[in-house]
């Protein structure tokens, strides 16, 4: 009697530490963090969506369970038709969240132990776009974007960060935590010029507009700059840049465009007066704006200032 006792109790022990539907979810929660999306694919029991797969294995689903933490998963809640709930708990970057699997009991394993199977869903999308660019990033993994647009299955739970970045443009990381099956807000990366592109762009319009400094006449050739007079200049006429233009880029109509650009310079000569013959120095400070195209590949920028007389 107390062998057959002993035998129960093992029976028991047994079916509910590894035959019972929390330790299906913990399989399914193991295989995500392993990046074996075949493995948790088979667990899930999931349709997936007819999207781009890039981070349904490997490296971009290990990266989706990095910043999880605090994992605990709870006692199986019994439902209706030998259905069970079982929620998981955790936290992403600080953030209380919990995911609710359902699970159905199936046939038993030699003839004592349970088993239970997801009941099947379907893979939750996000949706991702980037401004003037046709790649990004998903959990570090370089993604194609087609016309700035993809779409991409992923598995719960888990955080998918979206980025764009190169040489001269980026877009900041926008993440995203996926709980459950449940629609997820899209993704808008949007780009930007970097910190180098502006440095770039700034030295071209600097050296153009110190080259415009440089000719000493009152309306330099192929520059913003004038001045005029009605009295004769009877001294080199010197220009000075005494402020340069901020330079702003931003994106319009599938494009990279610049703002109008307004510098401040100063203008020095001496002038006759033509009636009385008086010579008397010109000094004046003035606004002048102008504008400039960009040409954009892949690693390079060419600026071409644009003056309209």
Request: proline share 6%; net charge neutral.
């Amino acid at each position: 009697m107390l062998a057959v006792a002993a035998a129960v109790v093992t029976i028991v022990v047994v079916n509910t530490s590894y035959f019972g539907p929390q330790k299906t979810v913990q399989d399914y929660l193991q295989a995500l963090r392993d990046g074996d999306g075949a493995k948790a694919l088979g667990l899930l029991h999931a349709t997936v969506p007819s999207v781009n797969a890039a981070v349904l294995n490997g490296s971009g689903l290990k990266e989706s369970q990095a910043d999880i933490k605090d994992v605990s998963v709870g006692k199986p809640k019994g439902l209706p038709g030998n259905k069970s709930q079982v929620t998981v708990s955790y936290t992403i970057d600080g953030a209380k969240l919990s995911t609710d699997f359902e699970l159905a009991k199936g046939p038993k394993h030699w003839l004592f132990f349970d088993t239970w199977t997801f009941v099947p869903a379907t893979l939750p999308t996000l949706d991702v776009s980037v401004i003037n660019a046709t790649q990004a990033s998903l959990n570090g993994i370089d993604v194609n974007m087609p016309s700035g647009k993809n779409s991409f299955a992923v598995f719960y739970p888990g955080k998918y960060d979206a980025e764009y970045r190169s040489d001269l443009f980026a877009a900041p990381v926008v993440a995203r935590n996926v709980t459950g099956p449940a629609a997820i807000p899209a993704v808008v990366l949007t780009t930007g010029p970097t910190t180098k592109l502006l440095s770039q762009v700034d030295e071209t319009i600097h050296g153009y507009l110190d080259a415009c400094a440089k000719q000493a006449v009152l309306m330099p050739a192929d520059c913003p700059l004038s001045a005029s007079t009605d009295n004769r200049v009877v001294s080199a006429v010197k220009w000075s840049i005494v402020s340069y233009p901020e330079v702003s880029i931003t994106a319009y109509g599938g494009r990279w465009v610049m703002a109008p650009l307004t510098t401040k310079a100063q203008v020095d000569f001496q002038e006759q007066n033509l009636y009385t013959g008086e010579i008397s120095k010109v000094k004046t400070v003035g606004d002048f704006g102008f504008s400039a195209k960009l040409s954009v590949t892949d690693s390079a920028v060419t600026v071409t200032p644009v003056v309209n007389y």
